[in-house]
């Protein structure tokens, strides 16, 4: 199985910064698609981002397309999500997930972080 650990949530205000990372480990990284969903409260869990396993091709929610960007870095088994100008409704729960190339659904999830955006 593959194990992923999410850091980099916290407090920030509108129009601020921040990046998350996400780290995996327990099988090869270089294997899986990547992806970013969150969950606001009293929300269905949405897709944000996602890499393929290259990271030759990225895709994103129209909400927060020209202010997230994700890349990887396989040498260090690591996802990240730099997440620039903000809003109070970004603030929800981010989950990294891995998709087994060839999969029609992510196969592992990490336990979340959260993430506060104050207006």
């Known amino acids: 199985q593959v194990q992923l650990v999410e850091s980099g949530g916290g407090l920030v205000q509108a129009g601020g910064s921040l990046r998350l990372s996400c780290v995996a480990s327990?099988?090869?990284?270089?294997?899986?698609?990547m992806g970013w969903f969150r969950q606001a409260p009293g929300k269905e869990r949405e897709f944000v981002t996602a890499?393929?396993?290259?990271?030759?091709?990225?895709y994103y929610a129209d909400s927060v397309k020209g202010r997230f960007t994700i890349s990887r870095d396989n040498a260090k088994n690591t996802v990240y999500l730099q997440m620039n100008s903000l809003k109070p409704e970004d603030t929800a729960v981010y989950y990294c997930?891995?998709?087994?190339?060839?999969?029609?659904?992510?196969?592992?999830w990490g336990q979340g972080t959260q993430v506060t955006v104050s207006s």
């Open positions: 997930a891995a998709l087994k190339v060839g999969a029609s659904k992510p196969d592992y």
């Open positions: 327990g099988r090869t990284f270089s294997s899986y698609h």
């Open positions: 890499i393929s396993w290259s990271g030759d091709s990225t």
